[in-house]
């Protein structure tokens, strides 16, 4: 099969880009390096510098390759940037959702080619169940999360009007190596083993009084996720599907694991709650199991010993920090 991968040289686009590729799939990576990445490293990706808010190219790119489907992750997903610059941040969101829509029903593909879009649990807000399910009142609380909610409604509208396959995986708290400090999924499980094995200048710090709970969901079980969606034989009808691990974990337990594997304190300065923010999220992944056959490893401690190793023995050295 093929595919398209947008935001290809992301955390997440990295790693489904590799195994996409493992499994013998062609894949075509599209980022625009705005992150400040580098150029895919991922063997065998054939990779296009250029941003998907370029409907025209993007759909010139769509008509000449024929994806089975397009993986959309590409994104500004930081809620704190989205609060500062929420102009900026819609632009690359939404029109950036839209322009990958339009190009896929210009090209003549939209039965044809699925499109399978990135969202977040951000879209639920405070969600006043939990576990969370699909089903659950949106109420997104900064613009990143508005904006997800609108590509959601957006891949809705053009399976409605055009017939396009399409499914929503709405991805909770992700993390695992390759995350770099700083990057869009810079999480407390990326800024504190940053200043733990990589540089002990940094001052780390907590936001809030650390009782906030998370379903943090490890990056081999979004992949995991990507490609069932991207793949499965059966279409989408604009499908919304929770992709976390189904449980949950306070910030602090998370620092008390951290400190049992580093085998040492990790200071932290407190800082008032950020705007934007939610106090607790869990997701209900029954849909996710019983439309993809998602099953998710839960070993916690295991996939923060995996991270906390990629921290301390295979972070790029040359990387520029934000």
């Keep these: 099969m093929r595919f398209i991968v947008t935001g290809s040289n992301g955390f997440i686009g990295q790693s489904t880009c590799r195994r996409l590729t493992e499994l013998g799939h062609d894949v075509i990576g599209v980022d625009d390096l705005s992150s400040g990445t580098p150029p895919n490293g991922v063997h065998g990706v054939q990779y296009h510098a250029h941003s998907v808010v370029d409907s025209d190219w993007f759909a010139r790119l769509v008509k000449n390759t024929i994806p089975d489907a397009v993986l959309h992750l590409a994104a500004k997903p930081r809620v704190p940037y989205s609060v500062r610059n929420p102009l900026r941040s819609a632009e690359a969101n939404v029109m950036g959702t839209l322009s990958v829509l339009n190009a896929i029903l210009k090209s003549g593909l939209a039965e044809r080619t699925r499109m399978v879009f990135a969202s977040s649990s951000a879209v639920c807000g405070e969600a006043s169940v939990l576990p969370t399910p699909e089903a659950c009142p949106s109420n997104p ?3 990143y999360a508005l904006a997800k909610l609108h590509g959601e409604q957006w891949c809705n509208l053009f399976h409605r009007l055009y017939g396009l396959d399409a499914v929503s995986l709405r991805y909770f708290n992700v993390f695992g190596p390759g995350a770099l400090f700083g990057g869009a999924y810079s999480t407390v499980l ?3 083993p940053y200043a733990l094995f990589v540089d ?3 001052r780390p710090f907590l936001e809030g009084d650390g ?3 998370r379903d943090f969901c490890f990056i081999d079980n979004v992949v995991d996720a990507n490609i069932a969606a991207a793949t499965r034989e059966r279409g989408f009808a604009a499908d919304v599907l ?3 691990q189904g449980e949950a974990h306070s910030i602090l337990e998370v620092k008390d694991v951290l400190e049992q594997v580093a085998g040492r304190e990790l200071r932290l300065e407190r800082r008032p709650p950020r705007a934007g923010d939610v106090a607790h999220t869990l997701a209900d992944i029954s849909r996710a199991r019983q439309e993809l056959g998602f099953e998710p490893s839960t070993d916690f ?3 923060v010993e995996r991270t906390v190793k990629w921290y301390r023995d ?6 520029s920090e934000r």
């Design 314 to 319: 295979g972070y790029p050295e040359m990387t």
């Design 141 to 143: 609380q900064s613009p």
């Design 190 to 192: 990326s800024a504190w």
């Design 242 to 244: 929770n992709v976390g």
């Design 211 to 213: 009782t906030q709970t």
């Design 301 to 303: 401690c295991s996939q």
């Design 200 to 202: 002990p200048s940094y």
